[in-house]
């Protein structure tokens, strides 16, 4: 019996496979079990001298991260071998090859994708991969991410690198797929704490169980953690107020609840929790890219004191039946004084406020039209650019979600109202 198990994620073509497998056969006196894990049903025929063949196990799943978790808990070989939809065994590639010192647990590979280079988890010992589990496919903004984010969370220390051990069946240059690899490329920056200026998340959620792991989560992912993340359920009823209620431990994250009154008031009763020198708002659809407390930091610490709002742009995507679908990026302008702000194409963000201007001017507004529940964003702009001024950077490190259940997409015909109000 060998001490390797192969995991095949998603690799449901039979012409993928073929290559795999054939690929597989140079280590096949190494050979414990090969597990293929998949969304559609699905069975191989293949005529082989090679017994383990016929040993394939296949498992259909709709949470890869989940499924790798339940099927590694079960393993009692030595090692796991990881290929996921795109990939196969270089032929450089030998027995030899796939050994770990007595330090290392983990070997990483990596590859060029659209001149980016992407880093893949190879082969692991199994007891590494039991101690530090996947996360959840609901967890991710999109599948692509499962292995990257899985390799942020694995320490330095344990890893030996190796290029150039896997070939790629077919590679994507479609606009959304180059996007998704450059998201996946923060995943492999080194971690940092930087220290000063201080700087927190606050997420205000109402009904939105679809999504409000994956913003937390988001949050969890950087490479340098954020001073706070606080985050208030504002009365949900879709069940989202449970889910959130399982990332509290009072250290990194701490959840309030309340009853529904809108986003405004729902911010103001977390201000007074607020530690940090500044705070961004995250919208509980929206997601940050893994280097998003890094970039941001970088500019706050060159912000004047009279500037209460730092921004950028917005990458945005669409929500579609089986994942997200990138649209574009919107690129921020500068704003002077009120009239640019109510000409401004909005959403204005990501949004970074200092937290002693939030103060200073009484929190967000609750203002009369729609009982403060609408554009809570805009008001509180409006309110800061009577007494400071707000600074644009060129940086993109928030992504906006385009679905049905969005607020600001049902109430689109509202919108000029709200500007004659201001």
Same mark, same amino acid.
């Given at each position: ?17 073929? /290559? ?5 056969? =140079? ?32 498992? $259909? ?20 071998? !990881? ?27 990596? *590859? ?17 991969? /039991? ?11 999109? /599948?692509? #991410? ?31 797929? /180059? ?11 080194? =971690? ?29 992912? $950087? ?40 986003? #405004? ?18 919208? #509980? ?33 669409? $929500? ?32 970074? *406020? ?14 009369? *039209? ?19 001024? !707000? ?21 689109? #015909?509202?919108? $000029?109202?709200?500007? =004659?109000?201001?």
């Amino acid at each position: 019996m060998g001490d390797i198990t192969v995991i095949l994620i998603n690799n449901s073509n039979e012409a993928g496979l073929h /290559k795999v497998f054939s690929s597989l056969k =140079k280590i096949s006196s190494r050979l414990h079990s090969i597990i293929v894990i998949h969304h559609q049903k699905m069975s191989f025929n293949w005529k082989s001298d090679h017994g383990w063949i016929s040993h394939i196990q296949f498992v $259909q799943s709709e949470d890869f991260g989940n499924s790798l978790n339940e099927t590694i808990d079960k393993l009692n070989s030595t090692y796991v071998l !990881f290929l996921n939809e795109q990939s196969y065994l270089s032929p450089t590639l030998t027995n030899e090859t796939l050994h770990l010192s007595q330090s290392r647990h983990l070997l990483i590979t990596s *590859y060029p994708i659209n001149n980016i280079v992407i880093e893949h988890p190879l082969f692991a010992r199994t007891t590494l991969v /039991k101690k530090t589990p996947f996360i959840s496919m609901k967890h991710l903004p999109f /599948k692509e #991410a499962l292995f990257p984010s899985w390799l942020s969370m694995i320490p330095h220390s344990f890893v030996s690198y190796k290029n150039g051990l896997l070939k790629q069946t077919r590679k994507s240059n479609s606009a959304n797929m /180059k996007e998704k690899q450059k998201l996946i490329h923060k995943y492999q920056l080194d =971690k940092l704490e930087t220290g000063y200026p201080s700087l927190s998340v606050l997420i205000s959620n109402y009904n939105m169980e679809k999504y409000i792991d994956i913003a937390i989560v988001s949050c969890l992912l $950087q490479n340098e953690t954020p001073n706070q993340i606080l985050i208030i359920d504002d009365g949900s009823t879709d069940g989202s107020d449970e889910r959130i209620k399982k990332w509290n431990d009072e250290k990194r994250v701490n959840v309030f609840h309340k009853k529904n009154e809108g986003k #405004a008031r729902a911010l103001n009763y977390l201000l007074p929790h607020v530690t940090s020198n500044f705070v961004l708002e995250l919208d #509980a659809d929206d997601w940050l890219d893994p280097d998003a407390i890094t970039t941001i930091k970088k500019y706050l610490v060159e912000l004047s004191d009279n500037i209460s709002l730092l921004y950028g742009n917005l990458r945005k995507w669409k $929500q579609i039946t089986n994942g997200i679908m990138f649209k574009g990026v919107a690129t921020g302008k500068s704003i002077h004084a009120k009239a640019d702000l109510l000409h401004y194409h909005f959403p204005l963000g990501p949004r970074i *406020y200092r937290t002693s201007s939030l103060r200073k001017v009484g929190g967000f507004p609750v203002i009369e *039209y729609e009982n403060g529940r609408l554009y809570e964003d805009v008001s509180m702009l409006n309110r800061l650019i009577n007494s400071s001024q !707000f600074c644009y950077q060129d940086f993109t490190v928030y992504n906006v979600r385009e679905h049905q259940e969005s607020i600001t997409k049902n109430n689109l #015909a509202k919108w $000029q109202q709200f500007k =004659k109000n201001l």
